[in-house]
């Protein structure tokens, strides 16, 4: 599928910071100023392109984004926070942008001083061959252990306009600082209004990348940038209306296709899992229990193994620290029940063993304290992950 | 070593909850009541017998222990509750014991109802075998996965007596509810007042058994318990005295031992590595770091790997929640520097890479924060973790 979306241009080079040769620099441009949202990571140490794009995305608008793979520019003190301005002025001068409109990311090993030379290279060669067409060549460079490229596209009506939009993401361990890291550009052709824009953006990442994990670990480099160029002509979206519901909906699609992605290429895995809590007081603890049974290297292995090990699943369901009554949880898996208040049944294990066999499933955990639900995605924990992650060399 | 500690009898033989045929059932039995001080597992899903045991040691003295192994006797409901106070009984009737004075504890596989004709052979066969000499046959009964049995001793002298403070312990996952668990239990023949000897194990379990970890995950069956039955004679030892930090120091010294070995043997481990966190405004705060670090699997990955990847490391202390400031932050890998004030140094890595071949080292990271520190052991994660906790199959 053609991803294109109206006002944006891409381009997808190599220039030599990947010794594999393959593409390691993405440019996405807009024709005009976009209004900007953005989600960092959470992480105390961030990179030099993140505390850069902070600064950027919280001042006004940003016209395009400059992103390279293979090296992460993270552990590299001043020198690393003047790369990170310099690309961003490469960009500028190379396209008659003002630099501070301009996003940096960075993705890959930690620790290493970004090659300048290369990167000067690769500006002017992505550059030369900006194209509107070439949505799928950017979210190619953007890519380090990924097995896949991940994009989604969608569209919808807002007053009276077709607008348009799309995604591209990156990331197969949540954090695997050497050669991972989320990088997620979401764009569209709407006009939206800044409020408005910030708002679906942290709501749906709430729901989607930050409800998917691989490992529990997360990057110092992770960034999800929301741009809107309002090249459709629309009334500008704001907070509270119809089509802020529309637009927040069409976000949320191809946010959670990006998140789905991620878990399934996640490093070594051969599961996806939904963990599904219901029962609980609120969202946020309901996501909390989610988000144990989903870290937990036990139950991540038995997914691995193909093993029911109800035992495993209980066990981090109690460690997650919410006040809940052990007696009371129900566990189905892919729809069999498999403990009944708080009890392993024996008798559907055979049945779940079967359902373990295939490559997604659902996990449900009902807690039985109030009305309230959370899903948290995650893949398994294979010995493919740990030759992965252990076999990388400096 | 041949372990005896006055006053205690103890026995470990097979009664055929395990499949292999292994020692499954261990007794340990004072010849008076003791004085009992235990922590248990802060899993919210806790096995029957963590119940049962939780609420005899709150109520007294404590005069036997009741271990199998190869059944956990978790997610089992009532009749687990049952089967476990009925463990107790038969332990009392044959050697005429108070019941209420017996704890029980179990470990294994999750959600499988204790098969009781086989505990009640096991008890009477090892309540005809019980003697002052079996302290290993009793260490080698209560283990799973081990590999190796774990058990330390050391001796002090109090008011004039010379005390003995020994322990076994089992666990070689921090859980891994079918088949893990960790079980300690420390004997001594001094006298100790209660307060005094609670305040001690629960200090002690902390910079201990609390601080190490294999996999970050929390048994429903975790136990340590703590008996002074005070043959020795010595006056009771009180809080605040001379003689309770001579004997804190001596417990200190059997649990760290203790729990050394339980990394050491870590499901599938080839490493120990300390993470000795510096520089913090509290303890707390640096074992918080030190936790995060020493829960990575990133970080553990690049232990087994054998990679000096600084990164990890950086990433992990970042996302540990604590206000620090990336730019102060030190970090050494067996005494080489390998980044200073936040900034990788490239020119240490080959040194690095020589000192993370050997089987154990220290990373040592300081905040510049504050003075206080804390450490946590930790094993790597290898292929061979994930291997035994995929395999094992109902």
Redesign the interface.
Known sequence: MNITVPGFRFAGVSCGIKRSKKRDLALIVSERPATAAAVFT?????AAPVLTGMKRVRRGKIQAVVVNSGN?N????KQGMRDAENMCRLVGARLGIDPNRVVPSSTG????PLPMQKVIRGVGKAADVLSPDSFSLAATAILTTDRVPKTSMTACRLDGKKVVVAGMAKGA?M????MATVLGYILTDAAVDPACLRDILSRTADRTFNAVTV??????NDTILFLANGVAGNRAVRKGGKDAKKLEKAVSKVMKDLALMLVADAEGGTKVAEILVEGARSPAEAKKVASAVAN???VK??F??E??????I???????D???D??KIDVSLGGVRV?R????L?ET?SQA?RIMRQRSYQVRINLRRGKQTASVWTSD???G???I??????
């Open positions: 959470t992480n105390r140490v961030k992460a993270a552990c590299t003190g090993v930690i620790g290493v361990g954090v695997a600082p050497r490992d529990g670990d997360t990057s110092t937990s290297n036990l292995t038995a691995f193994g093993d029911p090990n109800l035992g495993r209980m066990a981090a369901v109690g460690y997650a919410v006040p809940l052990p007696d403990v208040r708080g009890m392993a024996r294990q063993a924990l294979s010995t992950y740990v030759r992650n252990s076999a990388y060399r400096t």
